[in-house]
């Protein structure tokens, strides 16, 4: 059985095979795993907040999408990955409270400023579990690239 490698909220972890990144209880947060598939190496990242602006100096890169994604790959490179090869696979992002307006909940933010920060990057995002009214609990497999996505109604989801 491969090392469970615990990544908390606004924190980054990176990973050579064989490792599982686990990050539990995204609502609002967003989880960003990347992958390089030709060194199977892997991260996955707890971002909490879209944007670090107004924040300076920033406490925790690990904490919002424009500093996590960049820490991430910085890691990963370390650990021998090529920023070229890479992959995203992202889920979280819910719409927790129903008295919050359609449109202007955290998560539908911290969803789009991953999608701008890896695009920003020329990260493709391979697969996506985002939104709803659902927590989640991810986990990425470096061996793999599968990222699984759990949810207490709605079962397990492979990505």
Do not use: Q, W
Not at 46 to 70: C, Q, W
Not at 94 to 100: G, L, N, P, R
Not at 105 to 129: F, M, S, W
Not at 135 to 141: A, I
């Amino acid at each position: 059985m491969p090392p469970v490698i615990v990544v908390d909220i606004a924190d980054v972890k990176a990973a050579t095979e064989p490792a599982r990144l686990v990050s539990i209880g995204l609502g609002s947060c967003v989880g960003v795993a990347l992958f390089d598939s030709k060194k199977k190496v892997g991260s996955l990242a707890h971002i909490m907040l879209p944007f670090s602006r107004g924040s300076e100096p920033v406490d925790n890169r690990a904490k919002y999408a424009d500093t996590a994604i960049p820490l991430a790959i910085e890691k990963m490179e370390k650990l021998g990955a090529n920023r070229s090869r890479l992959i995203a696979k992202i889920a979280g992002g819910a719409k927790m409270f129903s008295f919050i307006p359609k449109d202007d909940y955290i998560g539908r933010k911290n969803v789009h400023a991953v999608r701008e920060v890896l695009r920003r990057e020329d990260i493709r995002i391979v697969a996506e579990d985002t939104g709803g009214s659902v927590g989640r609990t991810v986990e990425f497999d470096t061996s793999s690239g599968t990222m699984l996505v759990k949810t207490a109604r709605l079962g397990v989801r492979k990505l």
